[in-house]
Each structure stands twice: as structure tokens, then as C-alpha cells.
């Protein structure tokens, strides 16, 4: 085989060299070369007499006359996992499991792993990590043992397609890919260039064998997985595992899916055993609210992909000991939070300029969408009001920065679910849609429609 050539890329400008240099001569930026494999000469190949095309032989053709061969979806026998999925994992597809260390990848991957290969496919799963007793003992532990199930400690890619090649698996597990390499690059395994050599040679073997590849990857300190984003953009599917280290709740995410939606949700709890689901996640998460309703917490309704969520908001708001005061925001967008206050503070008349303002969200859940906007507004205003929000209701609508209370999608499925949780009341925005305030007027939740923010505190407020 002849030798693979290799060059230094500046990540930066682009430029390239034969030999790692410390600084950028063009660009002037320091660290920025990683090692790229040149490709060899590609030999155009003409189609087969069968394989012609209508259009021409030199591979383009009609959308009209291209074959499209069935979607074959495995499940993993885990609902939540499915779901997020879009359906199970597409056959030939390579999807890229991202979270923080200890999270629960692997746990997750070993029981979807033992339901698959029930399901009579074969698995080979690289513990690069892990040696292959200590995949043995978690998966004795829980109950995950399968015999379709092959485990290899190999880590060098090129063995592993040898290995391929004999076992002949229906799925490949890759945990993790910042610990796997390619023998054709000489930088050590989980630098840039080699996740994304590895990654490479993984999606040509997926797409080639039609062997569904799920390969681990450990978010860096900055919250990228494998440093800048590498694998995103190369993957057919991207699922976020994340949650709070401190409690056992976990969220499954997908924030790409070329098979399916994205921003659906799946929970988990993390227990002794493992693993397990939470189909009703909403009522999990407002059981710690206790019988009195204190000041600075509202309940909002969030919508992630397909499912509703009903979720507690907490804010605190103290004078500051510090010339600029803080803001925190967990499970809420930083510049979010910063809009919000902007807000209160121009339209509402709230002064925070010399107040500490700290937001949570109960169980650990990251909240993307807007509709919350007016729950946390009136939590911060409750909080330095010190009032409390009327029992059993619910605050949904996004706040305009002129104060005005914009519409939400999936109305009446918030509604909905609130009600089903046995929630009385609730604030929402203008209806405007004859159809959607008929659906609304059916449901037994009382609501409140209100226009801007000011109009919300006289009715969501005790007293
Ligand atoms: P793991 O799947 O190894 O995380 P990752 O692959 O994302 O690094 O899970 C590690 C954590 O999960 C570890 O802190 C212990 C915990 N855990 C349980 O609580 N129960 C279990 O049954 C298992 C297998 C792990
Ligand atoms: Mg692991």
C-alpha cells in the first residue's frame, strides 16, 4: 500500500504546509496547523452499461429517476430513545452521541445495545476505553449480556475494519471516539485531526457496509464535542445527553437529525440498575413543589419537539454587594435572561441595576424556546415584589422588547397538558385565530388572555 501523504492546515486562514509549524506565517495565529490526509488521485470511474443513466454516464441524473431504497429503522426497545431518534436508528447511519464525562453514554448505548441484539442483530462495540471486563461487569450489572453481542479492546481503526470484515456486524459501537485512531495520521488519538480522519472512515464504512454506527463523544471544557465542533456537520445525527451531575435526571436530545425531527426530548433517571425512563417527565418535576406557593417561583409550559414539559421557574433577587450586580441563569439562556430584564426595567419600571438576579429551572432542563419568557418575567417580579404567583396556574407567552406579549405555538397542547396536571388557570397570550380560541373556550383551564407584560402582573398575583 502506498504510503499516505499528510499536510499541516491553519484552522484559521487555511494555508497549508508540509510540517507542523508553531505560527501561522499567514494569518499570524499561534497553534492553529492540524495534520490532514492528502486524498490520492481519485480515478473517475464511468457507469456500468447497467448501471447508465438517463441524463449521462458521468454520475449525474433525474431526481425523477433516482431509486429509493427503503428506510429499514431498528429500534432500540427504549421509547425515549426512539423517540429522539425519530423512530429508531436509520440502517447505514452514523449517529454521534455527545455528553459530559460520566454522564451515562455508555450506560445508555450497553441497554439500548442488549435490546438490539435480541432483536437478533449483531453488535461489535469498541470499549477503547474500558477494558472489555469492565464492559462485562457493567453489562452483568445491568442485565445486559447478549450473545450477539462482540466486544473489541482494539482501538486502531484499520484493525477494526479488519475485524469488520470478518464479524461481518449489523451495528458498530464506537466508545469513544476520542480514543480510537487512524494509523494513516501520526498525531496522537482525540486531537482534531484525528477525530476527524476517524470520523471520516467511519461514515465511508457505514454508508458502504450499511453497518448503523453510534459513535461516543465526550463535550470538551468549552461545551464543543471534540474541541470545535468537528463531528457535527459529518454525522447523519446528533444526540445531546446532558442533565444535572447532582441529580439522577437525564435529557436525550437530538439537535440534528437527517431522518427526523429535531429538539425532541427523552428523559431518564440514573439508578443502581441503570437507565430508566420517565414517561411522564412533567410530573415528576413539579412534585417537590410544596403545598404553599412561595415568592420568585412560576410554572411554565415548554414544548420540546413533540411532548409538553411543565416546569418550575425559580428567580431570587437581592441587593448586590458588587459594583455591577449579577446575573445568573440556569437552564436559561444567558442573553435571554439579560432581554427579560431590559424589559421589567423599561416597560414594567422595575429598577435591577443595583439587584443580583439569579434564575433556575427545576430539574436540571435546559428551556430553548421563548414561551417561558413571561414566566420567568413575572418569577423576577414576584421575587422583588415579594408576592406570590396564584396557585395552580400556569404562564405561558413570549415577551416582545416593547413589552407586548407575542403568541406561542402549540397552544392548546400546553393547555392541555397543564390541565391534565390538574392546573386551574392560565396566562396566555392575545388569541387571535377564531379556530384555536374555539379549541381553547372547549377546555376546562381557565384562561387568561393578556397583551402586554403589564396587563399580566394584576392577574397572575395573590392579593
Ligand atoms: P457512564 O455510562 O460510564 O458515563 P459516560 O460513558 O458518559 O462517561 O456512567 C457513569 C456514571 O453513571 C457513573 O458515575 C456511575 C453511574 N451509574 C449509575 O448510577 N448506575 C448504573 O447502573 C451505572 C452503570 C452507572
Ligand atoms: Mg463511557
Known amino acids: ?29 499561534f497553534s492553529t496547523f492540524t495534520e490532514e490526509v492528502t486524498q490520492a488521485k481519485v480515478e473517475i470511474k464511468t457507469s456500468s452499461p447497467s448501471n447508465a443513466l438517463v441524463a449521462g454516464n458521468l454520475g449525474y441524473s433525474k431526481i425523477d429517476d433516482i431509486k429509493l431504497d427503503e428506510t429499514i429503522r431498528v429500534k432500540t426497545g427504549i421509547e425515549e430513545f426512539d423517540r429522539v431518534l425519530g423512530g429508531g436508528f436509520v440502517e447505514g447511519s452514523l449517529v454521534l452521541l455527545a455528553g459530559d464525562p460520566g454522564i451515562g453514554k455508555s450506560t445508555l448505548v450497553l441497554q439500548a445495545g442488549k435490546n438490539i441484539s435480541d432483536s437478533g442483530h449483531k453488535i461489535l462495540y469498541i470499549c477503547a476505553e474500558e477494558s472489555p471486563s469492565q464492559v462485562k461487569l457493567r453489562a452483568e450489572r445491568l442485565n445486559a449480556n447478549s450473545e450477539n453481542l462482540y466486544v473489541t479492546a482494539q482501538n486502531c481503526l484499520e484493525e477494526v475494519l479488519a475485524q469488520i470484515d470478518d464479524l461481518k456486524p449489523d451495528f458498530l459501537i464506537v466508545d469513544s471516539i476520542q480514543s480510537v485512531f487512524s494509523a494513516q495520521i501520526t498525531s496522537s488519538s482525540g486531537t482534531v485531526s484525528q477525530i476527524r480522519e476517524c470520523t471520516n472512515l467511519l461514515m465511508r464504512t457505514a454508508k458502504l457496509k450499511k453497518l448503523t454506527t453510534i459513535v461516543i463523544g465526550h463535550v470538551t471544557k468549552e461545551g464543543n464535542i471534540a474541541g470545535p465542533k468537528v463531528l457535527e456537520h459529518m454525522v447523519d445525527c446528533v444526540v445531546n445527553f446532558e442533565g444535572d451531575k447532582f441529580r439522577q435526571y437525564r435529557m436525550l436530545r437530538s439537535i440534528k437529525n437527517r431522518f427526523g425531527a429535531t429538539s425532541e426530548v427523552g428523559v431518564f433517571s440514573m439508578d443502581d440498575c441503570g437507565l430508566t425512563e420517565i414517561k411522564n ?50 437552564g436559561i439562556e444567558y442573553n435571554r435572561l439579560l432581554q427579560i430584564l431590559a424589559v421589567l426595567e423599561k416597560r414594567v419600571g422595575l429598577n435591577l441595576s443595583k ?13 430553548i424556546e421563548p414561551a417561558a419568557d413571561l414566566g420567568i418575567a413575572m418569577a423576577v417580579l414576584a421575587c422583588t415584589r415579594d408576592i406570590c404567583c396564584k396557585k395552580d396556574m400556569v404562564i405561558i407567552g413570549e415577551i416582545g422588547l416593547s413589552g407586548e406579549i407575542r403568541q406561542v405555538d402549540n397552544l392548546e397542547k400546553r393547555l392541555k397538558e397543564a390541565q391534565k396536571l390538574g392546573f386551574k388557570e392560565a396566562i396566555i397570550p392575545k388569541i387571535t385565530s377564531d379556530i384555536v380560541s374555539q379549541r381553547v373556550k372547549n377546555l376546562k383551564i381557565k384562561t387568561i388572555q393578556v397583551s402586554r407584560v403589564v396587563d399580566a402582573i394584576s392577574k397572575s398575583f395573590v392579593g
Do not use: H
Open 1 to 29: 500500500m502506498a504510503k499516505t501523504k499528510t499536510k499541516w492546515v491553519c484552522q484559521n486562514c487555511g494555508y497549508e504546509t508540509v510540517s507542523y509549524l508553531g505560527r501561522c506565517p499567514d494569518c499570524g495565529q
Open 355 to 367: 439587584q443580583d438576579v439569579y434564575t433556575n429551572v427545576i430539574g436540571g432542563v435546559d428551556i
Open 281 to 330: 417527565p412533567s410530573e415528576l418535576f413539579l412534585s417537590e413543589i410544596g403545598e404553599e406557593n412561595c415568592p420568585g417561583c412560576t410554572i411554565i409550559a415548554t414544548v420540546e419537539g413533540t411532548r409538553c414539559l411543565l416546569l418550575e421557574v425559580q428567580a431570587l433577587v437581592g441587593n448586590t454587594p458588587y459594583p455591577s450586580p449579577r446575573r445568573v441563569a440556569r
